[in-house]
Each structure stands twice: as C-alpha cells, then as structure tokens.
C-alpha cells in the first residue's frame, strides 16, 4: 500500500483533539549526532501530517525527553510518556541497545511501538506483541556485499566489530554469509570502542592479507581507515558499517574514497518521495538528510498507515494494521513477520567515490559503478 494523504490544515479550524506521539531522542552523550537526525525526520513528519489535517482533523503533537545516549533513562522516560504525559504511540530510540529497554515498557503497557532504528535480531526474539521494526535486520547487513565478493570469486574475510549488539549480530551474519560461500574467516575480534587500539588490529589483520576487511563500528572507524591507509592495509573490499554518514566523508576526505558501507536509505535510490524529502530537508536544516532523518521519518509514516487503514486511532486496531499490514514508505517496504521483524525492506550498499556518497549495490538502482578492487 502506498497512500498519498491529504486534509485541511489546522489553520482552518480553531480547536483540534491532541493525539500524541511520544518517545525519548539522544540529543546528548556519544549518540547525539544520530539522535538530532533521528529527531529532524520525526518532526517533519508531524509538521507534514499536521499540514494535511492530521489523524481524523485531530492535530498530532510530539512529546520527546532527552535520554541522554543512557539505556538507564530510557525505561522511566518512556515510562513517564505513557503514564504521565498519556500519548497514544510511541517511536523508539536512535540505536538497539536503547530500545530493548524502551520496549519492555511498551510491553507492559501494551502500548504500540515502532522500533525506529533498532536491527538486532533478540529484540524480536523476546516474543513482544508491541514493537514492529522499519529497518532491516544486522544479521543481514552484508548479504549485497558478500554476495559481490562470491561473484568476484574471493576467499578470505577478515572483520572486527564492536561490543554492541547490532555489530555482534552484523558480524553474526557475516560468519553465516562465508559459509554459505565457502570463504575463510582469516580474523574475527571483538573490540571496545571506548578502549581500542587500531594499530594492532591493522597490524594483525594486514599480516592475514584478507580478501575482504569487514568492520561493524559507528565511533571511531574514521580512526581504522586512517590507520589502515597509514599500514598500507589493501584489501579488495573494504566495508565499513559506520561509514554511511556525511560525517564519515567530512572527516576523512579523500581517505574515505573506495570505502563501501550498508545504509537503509539514500535519495539516489528512486524511492518515492525520495528527493521532495532531501530538497524540503535541506531547505530546513541547511544539508542533506542522513538515514537516521529518513528512518525516523518513515516510522511516523507507518503509524499514519496504520491508523488511516485501522479508521481509527485505537490502539488495539492499529496494531492489527501494524502486524498485517504492507506499505511503501519513504525508506521502501513495511512488511514484517510475526515477531514484528522487518522482512520487506533490504539494505543497500554505496561507496566513496571522489568524496560523494554512490550507491552502488544492487546493481538495478545503482547509478554509479563499483570500485573494484579497493583503490590503494
């Protein structure tokens, strides 16, 4: 399903039942950059929803605290939205490990959540009722980029990742994808981004001269690649899940060049809606959106179809929508199984190229074309 919506602005009339969306945003701690982001997308969705007439002329308000980029302030915050300020549904946080707390208070609540940003699996192993992801599983992450690396006949994987659970997952995925294909894991290592010594890890994985270097990391990679650049670590595909962002490229430059990353969104995809979301985007914040904007959007988007095809604002009915329903947002696909697992939107690989983002993979999307090998 596809929905173009339309209504009267609330310019029109001069009262309006409050419906509520609510959840918690880290706009502080090491994950403020994904959360502002996560929050820019969420709020042009009200203002667009609010614009068309809002959910059955009732205006639509976003009620957000400050987690702090802290899993311990998330169940009482989202605690406190339900109980206390009473909104009707809930969008989780910016990353997995914040959001499994935020999902046992909807569970108990029995109040519906989209999981905005959240890939690792166990969320949707738990047997919740409630949480319904937008975006494609960590385990799958890399199936595009090993997919190309059999096609190119390569044999060896070396990859490290991060102690989070979306990054064990990732690397969870990548053991599963090499022995699907026959390559050889030459090196696998878990690593503390808080603590962590690059030079050694290029220096062991460079010794192992590995086909493919898979790192799972978002703070901190930009010192990997440095490092790898400085040691002369050449592989023949270097992927970076982290290196998505704008951020990664402004940093790096053109050490960035070469470097392949997963993203769930890009405007160059030809997804509906795509470009009028990045031009509006730019035209309030000043840049492009990155995929956290786009996500979070797009989780607004699915509560909207969900109670548009419920007709109501029930929660109870809309979450029958949520569990049934099929739909094209501004991200692709919602369809999800029954555990509330997205299973109808894949991820998509770009590349640096010349200090731009390029999607490259899959092939019938792409506009540009693959690097290949990794250029030294």
Not at 26 to 48: C, F, N, R
Not at 111 to 118: F, G, N
Not at 345 to 370: F, G, I, N
Request: hydrophobic share 40%; charged share 25%.
């Amino acid at each position: 399903v596809h929905f173009v919506f339309a209504g009267s602005s609330f310019a029109e009339r001069d009262e309006a039942v409050v419906r509520k969306v609510g959840m918690t945003v880290s706009l502080t701690g090491p994950l403020a950059h994904y959360g502002k982001e996560q929050l820019h997308g969420v709020q042009m969705w009200i203002q667009d929803l609010n614009e068309r007439g809002g959910l059955f002329s009732e205006r639509v308000e976003l009620v957000y605290y400050d987690d702090q980029s802290s899993r311990m302030n998330v169940g009482p915050l989202y605690k406190k939205l339900i109980t206390e300020d009473q909104v009707d549904f809930l969008l989780g946080p910016v990353s997995t490990s914040l959001t499994y707390p935020a999902a046992f208070v909807a569970e108990e609540h029995d109040m519906p959540m989209i999981a905005v940003l959240a890939s690792a699996d166990k969320i949707w192993e738990v047997g919740f009722r409630n949480i319904f992801g937008v975006v494609a599983p960590a385990s799958t992450e890399m199936d595009l980029v090993m997919n190309y690396a059999n096609s190119k006949e390569l044999k060896t994987v070396a990859q490290i990742y991060a102690n989070h659970d979306g990054t064990r997952l990732a690397a969870k995925g990548v053991r599963g994808l090499a022995s699907k294909y026959g390559l050889e894991i030459v090196f696998d290592e878990q690593y503390n981004p808080d603590n962590v010594d690059f030079e050694d890890l290029v220096s062991d994985i460079k010794r192992k001269d590995p086909d493919i270097v898979f790192v799972a990391g978002y703070l901190g990679v930009t010192d990997f690649i440095r490092e790898a650049r400085r040691a002369g670590l050449r592989p023949e595909i270097m992927t970076v899940s982290g290196a998505a962002s704008q951020a990664f490229g402004n940093e790096l430059g053109a050490a960035a060049d070469g470097v392949m990353a997963t993203i769930g969104w890009i405007h160059s995809a030809h997804i509906p809606g795509a470009y009028d979301f990045s031009f509006r985007y730019r035209a309030r914040y000043g840049y492009y959106p990155d995929v956290y904007a786009a996500t979070a959007y797009s989780a607004g988007q699915v509560i909207e179809g969900a109670v548009r095809l419920a007709d109501t604002t029930d929660r109870f009915k809309v979450r029958k929508q949520l569990e049934e329903m099929r739909f094209t947002s501004l991200i692709g696909h919602y369809r999800v199984n029954q555990e509330g697992k997205q299973i109808g939107k894949p991820d998509y690989v770009l590349q640096w190229q010349d200090e731009q983002r390029r999607l490259v993979l899959p092939r019938e999307l792409a506009r540009y074309e693959l690097l290949y090998p990794y250029p030294a």
